[in-house]
């Protein structure tokens, strides 16, 4: 009887402790979904080079009439949880997140080779990063720390602080440009990262909340919005919306579809007016030119 007993007892301590890693588990995949928001799409079919801009359902914008061209495209590699993406002297520059993932790296563009590669602390996620000069900028979620970088040796040389969460990160050459996923834009000084200025981005009177990655460009603000393949284009110094483009229709010229995340990555190359869009565990980025909708 007693070993029957223990036998039991031992049985039903095993079913608890396999019902606390099973949610454990089915917890922490939950959370990481949530997070990603993962659009899945099996259409492979190949687009027509010039696209047309399409509405999203249920969109309050209205749509625009303009195209972008595809020009061509790179490899991505697609376990990268894309955050934050800059073009610079002839490399990508990416930040990538999630908790224990996160990262700062600098890609060659042709190839998707990752060159050098700086993993931040496991505590921390990360998000946007920026380059002024010869320094890399780089924000985090919920941590509201800041780290600084040189870019030659990714080496990192400081951090700072700021009191809001860390979304996306630009700069207009002088000050650091940064969304917290309202529709606020904080302008931070270099010197001692304290706000200079607060923007708030409406559309006809309505506030345009959401805001994610960021590239500033001529005094216009690109802003992908967050749960979409959205890009609003705004005025740097009244904060409206000028113009909206929707590019989720990169998504049927991905090689490896079926984990890719929002679009979450815009970087522009000056010298020939090119954007680079990818987005979260993308396998590619795109080299594309806007019609009306470019500076």
């Not at 700062?104 to 990063?129: Q, Y």
């Not at 834009?185 to 304290?194: I, P």
């Amino acid at each position: 009887m007693k070993q029957s007993y223990l036998k039991r007892k031992k049985l039903a301590c095993r079913f608890l402790i396999f019902s606390f890693c099973f949610f454990f588990s089915c917890t922490y995949s939950e959370t990481e979904n949530s997070v990603i928001n993962t659009k899945r799409t099996s259409n492979l079919s190949k687009l027509p080079e010039t696209v047309s801009e399409m509405d999203n359902n249920g969109n309050h914008f209205p749509p625009f009439q303009n195209t972008f061209r595809v020009l061509n495209s790179f490899p991505h590699d697609p376990t990268a949880f894309t955050q934050g993406f800059v073009y610079k002297d002839g490399f990508f520059y990416e930040s990538t997140g999630l908790y224990g993932h996160s990262s700062l790296r600098k890609i060659n563009p042709a190839t998707g080779e990752v060159l050098a590669k700086v993993d931040l602390p496991r505590k921390v996620f990360g998000e946007g990063l920026t380059i002024i000069g010869d320094t890399i900028y780089q924000i985090t979620w919920k941590s509201r720390r800041g780290f600084i970088y040189d870019k030659e040796s990714m080496e990192r040389k400081g951090s700072f602080t700021y009191s809001t969460e860390g979304w996306g990160l630009t700069d207009d050459g002088t000050q650091l440009i940064m969304s917290d996923g309202t529709e606020k834009l904080y302008f931070l000084s270099t010197e001692n990262f304290k706000v200079t200025k607060v923007l708030r981005v409406k559309k006809d009177g309505s506030r345009v909340p959401m805001l994610n990655e960021l590239e500033y460009i001529r005094g216009k603000i690109y802003c992908n919005i967050w749960h979409s393949d959205d890009i609003v284009i705004v005025d740097s110094k009244s904060g409206k919306v000028e113009k909206r483009i929707n590019l989720g229709e990169l998504r049927k010229r991905l090689s490896i579809p079926g984990k890719a995340g929002a679009l979450n990555g815009i970087a522009w190359k000056a010298s020939s007016d090119t954007f680079f869009i990818t987005g979260k565990r993308w396998s590619e980025v795109f080299g594309i030119k806007f019609g009306s909708a470019s500076p």
